[in-house]
C-alpha cells in the first residue's frame, strides 16, 4: 500500500513545524493549491499565498504534473473510518509520532516515518489512519491525477445512490471507489466526474458494465 519513492525533501523539520503552526487551526486539513482545469485530470497550481513558502519547496520534489495537495492533520487518539479512494495519493509526513496507515484488505500496518521521503500510497485499497501518540500528526497529502484513457467501445454511465448522504459516502467509499480506481488504471474507464450530490458520472469499456454492475451495493444503481 505504502511504497517509498526516489523523491525526497531538504526543508529542516524545524521549518516545516514553523510553518504548520502559522497555518490556522479551524480545520483539519488545508488545501494548498488550485485546479487549473478539471479536478480530477488537469495539473493544480499553487496558490499565491504559498508561493515562494516552505510549501512551495515541499511540492517543488514531486513531478510537476500533480493534483490537489493538501495538509492534513490528525489529532493524538482519532483514526479514520474505511475507505477507498479513486485516486491514489502522495504522502509526506511532517511531524507526529505513534503514527500508521492501515491496509483493512491484509489487516496489516505501516508506521509514517518523519524520513524525508514521499511514499507513494495505493488508495484503491480500503484503508484508514491512526494517531496513537500525544500530538497531532500532519501530512502533506497529494493527489495524482486520472488518467486520460481512450477507450475503443465506450459507454455512459452514472452511478447513483438512493441512501441518505453519510450512508452512500460510506458504502460508496468501500464498494464503488475502489472498482473505479482499479479500472482507471487498467483502462477501461475515463471522464470521470463526481457531482456535489454525489453521483459519479464517466466512460466505461461496454463490455465492462456487467463487472461493475455486479459488485453494486443496495442502492446503488447505473444508469446509461
Known amino acids: 500500500m505504502l511504497t517509498r519513492t526516489e523523491y525526497k525533501i531538504t526543508v529542516p523539520p524545524n521549518k516545516i513545524e514553523e510553518a504548520l503552526y502559522q497555518l490556522p487551526r479551524d ?17 493544480w497550481i499553487i496558490k499565491d499565498e504559498y508561493r515562494n513558502t516552505v510549501w512551495d519547496t515541499l511540492l517543488s520534489t514531486l513531478p510537476a504534473t500533480i493534483g490537489e495537495a493538501r495538509v492534513i492533520i490528525l489529532d493524538g ?7 477507498g479512494d479513486i485516486d491514489n495519493r502522495y504522502h509526506l509526513n511532517l511531524t507526529g509520532s505513534l503514527s500508521y496507515a492501515v491496509n483493512l484488505e491484509t489487516n496489516t500496518i505501516f508506521e509514517m516515518l518523519n ?4 511514499y507513494d500510497f495505493d488508495a484503491g485499497l480500503r484503508h484508514s489512519a491512526a494517531n496513537f501518540g500525544r500530538d497531532f500528526r500532519a501530512q502533506l497529502v497529494v493527489r495524482k491525477l486520472l488518467i486520460k484513457n481512450t477507450l475503443t467501445d465506450p459507454a455512459r454511465l ?4 438512493s441512501l441518505p448522504v453519510d450512508d452512500t459516502r460510506f ?11 482499479r479500472a482507471d488504471k487498467q483502462g477501461i474507464i475515463t471522464d470521470l466526474t463526481i457531482a ?12 465492462q458494465v456487467p463487472n461493475l454492475t455486479a459488485i453494486l451495493p443496495r442502492g446503488f444503481i447505473a444508469e446509461s
Not at 480545520?27 to 495539473?43: A, E, I, M, Q, V
Not at 452514472?158 to 445512490?161: A, G, L
Not at 456535489?196 to 463490455?207: A, C, R, S, V, Y
Open 158 to 161: 452514472r452511478i447513483v445512490s
Open 171 to 181: 458504502i460508496g467509499e468501500n464498494t464503488v471507489t475502489p472498482w473505479l480506481n
Open 196 to 207: 456535489d450530490t454525489g453521483i459519479i458520472e464517466f466512460l466505461i469499456e461496454k463490455d
Open 115 to 118: 524520513d524525508g521521503y514521499w
Open 77 to 83: 487518539g482519532q483514526c479514520y473510518q474505511s475507505h
Open 27 to 43: 480545520d483539519f486539513r488545508f488545501t494548498l493549491n488550485r485546479p487549473s482545469g478539471n479536478f480530477l485530470y488537469d495539473p
